[in-house]
C-alpha cells in the first residue's frame, strides 16, 4: 500500500502547532544551530529493515500470528519497508535474507524498490537452517564443519548471496553463523574455529571489492555449550585475519548478561574493525525486542560512543557503518514494533549528538565523576523527540508515524489485499 | 520394538566379570551392607519419560531431524519408553502431553503400557500454543488472560487433561504456563497473578482427590520482559493458596544465572512444598541439555539436597516427589540422550545415598568447613557406576543400556519399522 | 556545616527564570492540576539517608579517600544529612547503623536532628562484623549459627539495636544478614534457616506495637556458595511466619542477573509485604553504584509499580513504605552522590506519577502492547525535573542542589572543619 | 615449621596398602604403561602458591581471622609453601606480590627458597591501591591514567617489581590492572586503552630476554561500570601489540556469566597466547574459592582443552604455561584450602591426561555426539585419586597431605610459634 501525500500532510498540520511549539523549545534551549546541525545529520541517517521482520516471529514454543496482511511476496515485503519510509523516512533500506528473499526479477525488484526510495543493505545468508534442496546437512555446523564438502556447500550458498546481493546493489553480506556445540567433547574448538576462518577466507575471495563482509558473533543459542564464534574477541580475530573488508558486526543480543556492550564498541571503532549494528533490546538473551523497549539509557551509551568514536576516526555517521533492526514480533503488529524500534534508535542518536562533548571532555580531564555523569544524564533527560521529528518533516514524512499508521488502518488496509491468513518467510 | 532377553543376557555376560570386578571393589570399600542397601533404593528409583522427548526437538531457528524412525502416535511413544525400561529399568512411566498424546482406545493403550511395565507419571496441559480448534488465542497468555473467556478456555482444558489422565491412571497434573510478558506495560502483575490464581483454584477444585497439582516456574522464554511463575517463591505463594494438593514442580533449566538450585530443593522441601522435578542440564538458560552434561556436580548437590531432606521428613524416596525427564534433542538420537540422562540421574542419587551423613553433620555442628567440602568431594569422586549397573542386573536390564541400544541397531530397527520420515509431536 | 538562606534565595533567583519556563511549559503540556498534584506528592517524599554512605566507600582491593571531611562523629553524620536536606529538602531522615552510630547522648542527638528537619529512619544490625568487645565470632553466621550461643548474642544485639532505635524515634529496624555459606556442605539449609527464623522470632518479640521490622534478602556475597536470606521468596516466607509487623526490604542491587525486580515489588505489595527500599544502581552484583545511573528505565519501571500497587492499597506514598538509599562511593564526594541519587529516585517517581493510568489500564485490557509501551515510553521521555525543582522550591530549597553544594564550596568547609585526614565509619 | 620424614613415612605407611589397592585397580583397568606415563607427567606439574593467599582473605564487609600462625614476614611466607611442598610435592613455586613481599636480603630469601625446593614463579605489581609513600593515587586508575605522571609512576612501580623478580629468578611479571571506572561518562574507553597500551609498552621495554609479560583481565570489580582489560579479546589484543613475550593470562573467576572458558583457553593456545592461570572456583563473580569446589567438571574440561592444545603445540606440560592459584580463604584455615585447591586442579589435570584421545577424535569427527560425551563422562567418572597420589609418593609427599597436615596439628604449630594475632599481608 502507499500513502498518499494528503494524508501525511494533514497529520503534520493537526500536529503541527505542538510539534512547533517543542522544537521551538529546544531552539531556546539548546540553540537553533546546534539543532539545525543535528537535525540534518538525523535526516541523513538511514536504518536498513531486514526483510524476516515484516511477518511474525516466534519461540521454539510456537508462533502467534498477527491479525493478517503479512507480506507474501519479496515485492510486498519491499512494499511494507516502503511504508514504513514513507512514514518515518528514516527506513530507507531493506536487508535481505537469501534464500527466503531471492528475487525472481531482478530489474523488477530494483525498480520497485528505487521508486519506494529503498537501497539494499546488507545481503544475509543461512546456514543454520537446511533447505529442503541441499544435498547436505548443517546439523554439524556449516563453515565449521569436520565434513569439508558440507564447508563447501556453505561457502558456495555464501558466495551465491553475493552474487544476488551484487546484482541487487549490496555493498554487504552479513555472516551469522549458528556454529557450534551442545555438549562437551562434541567439538574440537580449535579446528572449529580454524575451518570457520578457511571457509570465510574463500568467501572473502569472491567479495567484490567495494564490499564489506560483517562477521557477526553471539554467545549461545541455539547452541548450548559452546558458539564458534562468541564473542567480539573471536570475531575481530577472524575480521583481522580476513583483511580490511572484514569487520565486526554487534547485535545488541548476542553478547553475556551484563556485557559492557558501548565499551565493545567504542574498541572496535579504535582498531577500525567495526561494520555494522543490528538494534533491538533484551533482557535475557538474544530476545529480539523493541529496540530501546527495556535499556534505553544503554542504546544512549551505545550511541554515544559511536558518534563520539566516529567522529574521531573522521567517520561519516550515515554511511560508513551499516545500521539495521533485528527483531522479531511476536505480541505486536510488525509494522509499529518497527516503527518503534526506528523511533528509539533515532532518539538515542539524537541524545548523543546534543551530549556536551567539549564539557565531557574536560570532566574525563579531570576525574570529575560526578559532572561527566551530570552532563550524560542532563542529554538523557532532555526531551528531543521534537528534533526526530522534525528531522521526518523535513523529508515528508510523518510528525507522528505510529499515530498516523492507526488512524489510517494501515494493517487492515493490508489485510484487505493480502487476506488473513498470510505468512511472511522468517523464522 | 522389543528387545529379547536372551540380548540382554548375552551383553550382561559378556560386561559381566568387569562389573562384578567392579562391584566388589565398592564393596570393600563401602561395605557390602551399604552397597546393598543403596542398590535397593536405586532398583526402586524410577525416572518418567516425557512423550515429547522422543522426537527430535528444535530451536527457533529451526529442527535437524535424525535419521528417521520417531514415534508417530502413542502406542509407538509407548514402546519407545518401554524399549528404554527394558534397557535400563529406570524408565518405568511415562509422562503424557495433552493434546499431543489424546488416546484413542484408553484400555488399548493402559494394556500396552502394563505390558511394558509402565506407569502413566503426571499428565501436562498446554496452554502455550493454540490448538487449530481453539475459538480463543493464548497469545497474550492463557490462565492468566486480561479476557475471563480465554481463562476458561485454559481452565477447561486442564478439567480435560485431568480426565485424560485420569482414565489412565496418572496421579499428577503438571502446570506449565508461558503466560506472561514481552514489554513494560504490557501487563499489572497483580491482575496477571491474581487471575492465574482464580484459574488454578478452579482447576484445583477439579482434582481427584488423590491427585497432586505440580505448578512449574520458569524465570524467562518464551516471554521476555516477565513471567507470570518466574520463580519458587511465586510458585509456593501460589501452591500455599490453593491447598495441600498443590505443590511446586522444579526444573533444573528454569532459572536466573547462578541460582544456588539445591538450597531452593531444601527449602521447598522443609516446606512440604516440592512436587516433583523436571531433570536437563543447561548452560544459559532452559538450554534443555541431557541430565547431568554440564553441571554433574550440581546435580549431586541437589540430590545431595533430596535424599537429606527426604529422609528428614520420612519419605519416599522413589515414590513421594515426581521424578521426570525434560529435555530436548538436537544433536542426538533421542533414545541415547534419555538414556545417557537416565544414568546421570541414577549416579547423582547413588553418590548422595553414599555420602557419609553422620559425619557430614558432624563437620557441619563444628563449622569445619573443609572437612563438609571432603566428605561430598570424597563421596563425588569416587566411582558408583557400578552400582547403578548393579540395580539394573538385579532388574533384569543392561549393565551398560547405551552400548547394547547400539549393538542391536535399535535406532536403525526402528527406521525399518517406522520409515525415514518420521516426525514425533512436540517442540 | 549550614547553608544560609540567603544563599539559597541568591541560587534560586539566579535560576528562577529557565525554572519557571520549564515548569510553565509541564503545565502547558499536562495541565494545571496534574502539575500541582505530582508537586506536592513530591513536596511530601523523603529518602533517608544511611549514615554509613557520607564517608568513602571501598572494595575489598582497598579505598580510596575522598579529599576530606568526612564526618568523624554522630553529631556530624546528622550535620551532613542536615546540609543534604537544606538542599533538596528531600533527604529528611536519617538511617543509623548499630555499632557505628551509638548515641552518647540521646537528647542531645535528637535535638540536633530535630533543628535539621530529620526524622530517625529503620535502624540497621550489624552481624556481619566481629565487634572488638564480642565474646563470639560471626564467621558462620549469626542468627543461623550451629552455636546457640553466637545465635543469643546476636539477638541480644537486635533487641539491643531496636532499644537504640527506639530512644530516638525510629520505627523499624531493619535486618540484613550476610549469613550463608562459601562450599557446598558446609551448611545444612534447613537448619540454617530455621535458626534464623527462630531468631528472629525472637527479635520480632521484642519489637514494640508500631515497628516494623524489616526483612532484607540478598543473592550473594559475602558468602558465595549460599546466602540463608537469599531471595524475595525466602524473605517473604519468614515475614508470613513472623507475622504482621514483619515485611520484605527490597534492596535494588541484591538480585540475580536479569531479574525482573519491578514484577517482585509488585507481587509483595499485592501480599501487603512489601516494606521498604534500598535505593541504588548496579550492573553486576550489589555495586553500589548511584541510583539511576545504569539503568534509570528500571527504576522508572518500579515506581511506576510502587504507585500503581500503593495507590490500589490505598496507601500513603510518602509514609507507607521505607525509602531510603544504600549506595557506596568510591569515586565521587558521597555527598554530591547522594545528591544524585536522591535527584534520580525523585524524578523517577515523578514520572511514574505523571503515567497516565487510565490509558494504561485500557491498552493493557485490550492486550494493546505496543500502545502500553507508548504510554510508558511518552512519559518517561518526558522532562520532568521541573517538576521536582519546584518541589524543591516550594520546600524553600535550591533548584539545583548540586550545582549549589559545587558553588558554596561545601566540601571545602567541610575540610576546613574537620580536617583532610578524617574517616567516616563504615564499610 | 618442617615436617619430618619418619611422619610422612609413618603417614604413607598407613595409608599404604589401601593407595597400592586403588593403584592396582587403576591399573588394571588402564594399563600400566598409561597409568605410568601419566604418573610421571603429575610428578613433574607443580602449582605456585601466591604470596597473598597464605593469610585469612576477606570481603569488604569485613574479614574473620583464623585462629593464629599466620605468616608475618616474607620468611614466614616460604615457610608455608615450603610445608605445601612438603606434603603435596606439587607447590614448588612461590609468587610474590609487590610491595607485600619485598625482600630485604635478596640472597637469603633465594637461599630459604632453594633449600625448601621454591622456585619463584611470576611476580605481581600492584597498582589498584595506594602505598603510604605514594606521592600520586591510583584512585583513577593506574596505566590507564588520564595524567601521564600517575601512568609513569605505575610504570616505574612495574618495573621495580620487574627488577625485584629478576633479583630471586622470576621469569614473568603478571599484571592484574583494576583501572576501569564506575559510572558512565566517567572514561573515554579509547583512550583508556591507548593510555593502558603505552603503559605496557614501555614496561615491556624493560622486561628481560627471557621473560613473559602476563596480562590479566577481569570482568568486572573493583570497577562496576567498566573494565579497561575486561575480557580475553582485549587482553590479547594488547598481547599481540606488545609482542611475543605478552600473553595472557586467565583467572577462572574473572568472566561474566555463563562464559565457555575452556573454549577461550584453546583459542588462546591456538594463538599462542595463553599465557598461566590463576585457579579458583566461583558460583557468581570474582569468588575465589577452592579450585573445584563448586564446578569441578569445568575444571576437567579446561584442562582438557589444556592437554589437547598443549600437545598440538608440542608444548611441555609443566614449564610451558605458569601454574597458579588465586584464591582468598575466609572460612578455612588457608593452608587446608590450599592442599584442597592443588589437589583438585591435579585431579583435573590427571583426568585430562587420561581421555581416550584418540576416540574422542574419532567420535568428533564422525559428529558422534553421544559418544565423545561417553568418553569424557567416563573419564571423569572414573576415580583416579590414586594416581596423584602415588604422584606424590613418588616424590616423597604425603598420601594424604590435608590428612597429616591435621594429624601433625600444623596449624597448632604454628600459632605457638607465631602466636595468635597474626596478620599477614594481602587483601
Known amino acids: 500500500m502507499n500513502i498518499e501525500h494528503k494524508d501525511i500532510a494533514l497529520h503534520n498540520e493537526t500536529l503541527g502547532e505542538t510539534h512547533q511549539r517543542n522544537l521551538n523549545r529546544l531552539k531556546e534551549d539548546w540553540g537553533t544551530i546546534a539543532i539545525d546541525q543535528a537535525i540534518a545529520k538525523l535526516v541523513a541517517f538511514q536504518i536498513a529493515i531486514p526483510s524476516w521482520a515484516l511477518g ?37 533500506a531493506i536487508s535481505l535474507h537469501i534464500p527466503w528473499d531471492i528475487p525472481t526479477d531482478v530489474e523488477q525488484i530494483k525498480k520497485l524498490a528505487h521508486q519506494k526510495g529503498l537501497l539494499f543493505d546488507a545481503v544475509n545468508s543461512n546456514t543454520f537452517q537446511d533447505q529442503p534442496n541441499a544435498p547436505l546437512s548443517y546439523k554439524f555446523g556449516s563453515l565449521q564443519h569436520v565434513n569439508k564438502a558440507v564447508r563447501q556447500q556453505a561457502i558456495a550458498h555464501n558466495i551465491e548471496v553475493i552474487k544476488q546481493g551484487d546484482g541487487l546493489g549490496s555493498k554487504a553480506l552479513t555472516v551469522w553463523l549458528a556454529d557450534g556445540s551442545c555438549f562437551p567433547g562434541q567439538l574440537n574448538f580449535r579446528n572449529a574455529f580454524e575451518n570457520t576462518l578457511d571457509s570465510l577466507q574463500q568467501i572473502y575471495s569472491a567479495l567484490p571489492s567495494d564490499w564489506t563482509l560483517l562477521v557477526e558473533y553471539k554467545g549461545f543459542e541455539p547452541n548450548f555449550y559452546s558458539t564458534t564464534i562468541a564473542d567480539w574477541g573471536q570475531s575481530m580475530l577472524l575480521a583481522n585475519k580476513l583483511g580490511a573488508k572484514a569487520k565486526t558486526l554487534v547485535d545488541l543480543g548476542h553478547h553475556l548478561p551484563n556485557a559492557n556492550i558501548e565499551q ?48 574521531a576516526k573522521g567517520m561519516n555517521h550515515a554511511k560508513d557503518l551499516g545500521w539495521m533492526i533485528d527483531a522479531s514480533h511476536n505480541v505486536k503488529d510488525p509494522l ?24 565531557l571532555v574536560q570532566a574525563q580531564q579531570q576525574n570529575d565523576v560526578a ?37 489510517l488502518n494501515c494493517r487492515a488496509q493490508l489485510i484487505n489485499k493480502r487476506g488473513k491468513n498470510t505468512t511472511a518467510t522468517g523464522l
Chains 1, 2, 3, 4 share one sequence.
Open 56 to 92: 511474525t516471529g516466534g519461540t521454539r514454543f510456537g508462533r502467534f500470528a498477527i491479525s493478517g496482511g503479512e507480506p507474501r511476496t519479496l515485492e510486498e515485503k519491499i512494499e511494507d519497508v516502503g511504508l514504513l519510509h514513507q512514514l518515518n523516512a528514516a527506513s530507507g
Open 264 to 311: 565493545i564498541v567504542a574498541l572496535l571503532l579504535m582498531e577500525s574493525k567495526l561494520g555494522g549494528f543490528h538494534f533491538n533490546d533484551s533482557k535475557y538473551g538474544d530476545d529480539d525486542l523493541t529496540a530501546g523497549a527495556v535499556k534505553p539509557y544503554q542504546l544512549f551509551l551505545i550511541f554515544n560512543e559511536l558518534v563520539e568514536g566516529m567522529d
Open 336 to 359: 509499529e514494533d518497527l516503527l518503534q524500534s526506528v523511533e528509539a534508535i533515532m532518539l538515542a542518536y539524537a541524545q548523543a549528538l546534543m551530549v556536551d562533548r567539549e564539557a
Open 371 to 407: 559532572q561527566a555523569q551530570e552532563i550524560l544524564q542532563h542529554t538523557f533527560r532532555s526531551d528531543f523527540r521534537a528534533l526526530v521529528a522534525e528531522a521526518r518533516l523535513r523529508a515528508n514524512a510523518a510528525l507522528n508515524p505510529l499515530q498516523l499508521y492507526r488512524t
